[in-house]
C-alpha cells in the first residue's frame, strides 16, 4: 500500500482534522487521521469528479435519507445517503455542505468491510 499523505487544506492545530491520501495500484484511499482504521477507497477519476464537483458545488441529491443506525439524540448526528445519478452522495446531518460521493459498488464493499471487522471483533 503507498503511504499516507495529509491535506494542505486539513485544519487543526493538534493534526487531528486531517484527512490522508494514499494511492496504490490505480485505488485511492482516503481516510481521517483521528480513525485511521475506517478507510474509503475510490478511483482517481471518481474522486477527480468530487472534486470538481465540489469546487464548482455541482453535487445535486433530491431526497436525502438519514440512516436507520444513526444515533439521533439532538436531530444532527445522523448519516445521510442520496443518489445522484450513477453515484450514491454521503454527508453528515450537522455538515450537510461537506458531501463525499462514490459508486454504489464501493459503498457496498465498504459497508462490507465494516461488517466484517465488526463480526471479527465480537
Known amino acids: 500500500m503507498g503511504s499516507w499523505q ?5 485544519g ?3 493534526n487531528q482534522e486531517c484527512v490522508e491520501v494514499s494511492r496504490n495500484d490505480g485505488v485511492i484511499r482516503l481516510r481521517e ?7 474509503i477507497r475510490t478511483t482517481p477519476s471518481n474522486l477527480a469528479a468530487l472534486i470538481r464537483a465540489v ?3 455541482e453535487v445535486q441529491v433530491s431526497a436525502w435519507q438519514k440512516s436507520t443506525y444513526s444515533a439521533d439524540t439532538a436531530g444532527n448526528e445522523c448519516v445521510e445517503v442520496g443518489a445522484t ?5 454521503i454527508r453528515e446531518s450537522d455538515e450537510p455542505g461537506v458531501v463525499l460521493t462514490t459508486t454504489p459498488g464501493s459503498l457496498r464493499a465498504l459497508i462490507r468491510s ?3 471487522r465488526g463480526a471479527a471483533a465480537g
Open 55 to 57: 469546487k464548482v458545488k
Open 85 to 89: 445519478g450513477d453515484a450514491v452522495a
Open 12 to 14: 487543526g492545530m493538534d
Open 114 to 116: 465494516l461488517k466484517a
Open 6 to 10: 495529509r491535506s494542505s487544506y486539513s
Open 33 to 39: 487521521s483521528d480513525e485511521p482504521g475506517v478507510v
